[in-house]
């Protein structure tokens, strides 16, 4: 139990183009869900926190306009990557939190985007 | 602000041997804390979780112990396998329980056969 999934595995885009990732969790119900990116050979740095049925948080420096996140049921969440540039070039990855267990967060195998 | 450090960065071992991978952590009003695995180009699996109330956890060839009060978690690896090679992460999670996970930059384990 308690998978995670996220789609595309790997998307490559135009500059200016807008690519959406998706999250879900398979065989449970999250309440919460993470989104974290990844620069080669660094650490996870968490972008937001989406919560079903509400505005998602978001960490400070990132822009909540550009990365558009949205928790519509409590096993789907999805970022959206708005023009995007070269620089969002990242490993993107979330993870899911049960609505009811022991705070462990379960995480998806990422999505790869290269913007050219 | 939490900040959590791994040592070392990378370490290279021969196939049988037993290793430990460090972690520290400034603040010790910790909730818990999660050790996982992560595989070149993939997401990552947690091996471990240990709450604050809890010393250690084992799972198989794994065990994870947390001291607080000196900030400090260990991952023990028994009987190193080459499938064992990946980088290892740990993360702490603040007091409170909605607070973020603070991930370390990890150690990338190589286990030659």
């Known amino acids: 139990g308690a998978v995670v999934s996220q789609h595309p595995s790997r998307v490559i885009c135009k500059s200016g183009t807008s690519v959406k990732i998706e999250c879900r969790s398979l065989d449970f119900q999250a309440t919460t869900m993470f989104w974290y990116r990844q620069f080669p050979k660094q650490s996870l740095m968490l972008m937001a926190t989406s919560n079903e049925g509400s505005k998602a948080t978001y960490e400070q420096g990132v822009e909540k306009d550009k990365f558009l996140i949205n928790h519509a049921s409590l096993t789907l969440s999805t970022l959206t990557v708005t023009s995007a540039h070269p620089e969002d070039s990242s490993f993107y990855i979330c993870?899911?939190?049960?609505?009811?267990?022991?705070?462990?967060?379960?995480f998806g195998p990422g999505t790869r985007l290269t913007v050219l | 602000k939490q900040e959590v450090t791994q040592i070392p960065a990378a370490l290279s071992v021969p196939e049988g041997e037993n290793l430990v991978l460090n972690c520290s952590f400034t603040?010790?009003?910790?909730?818990?804390l999660q050790w996982f695995r992560q595989d070149p180009g993939k997401g990552l699996t947690s091996l471990l979780l240990i709450q604050s109330s809890q010393r250690e956890q084992t799972s198989g060839r794994l065990n994870a112990s947390l001291d607080k009060s000196s900030g400090r978690s260990t991952l023990y690896i028994a009987a190193s396998q080459p499938g064992d090679s990946a980088t290892y992460l740990c993360?702490?999670?603040?007091?409170?329980?909605?607070?973020?996970?603070?991930f370390g930059k990890g150690t990338k384990l190589t286990v030659n056969p």
């Open positions: 993360a702490g999670r603040a007091q409170g329980g909605s607070e973020k996970l603070v």
């Open positions: 603040d010790s009003a910790i909730y818990n």
């Open positions: 993870s899911a939190e049960r609505t009811s267990g022991t705070d462990e967060q379960f």
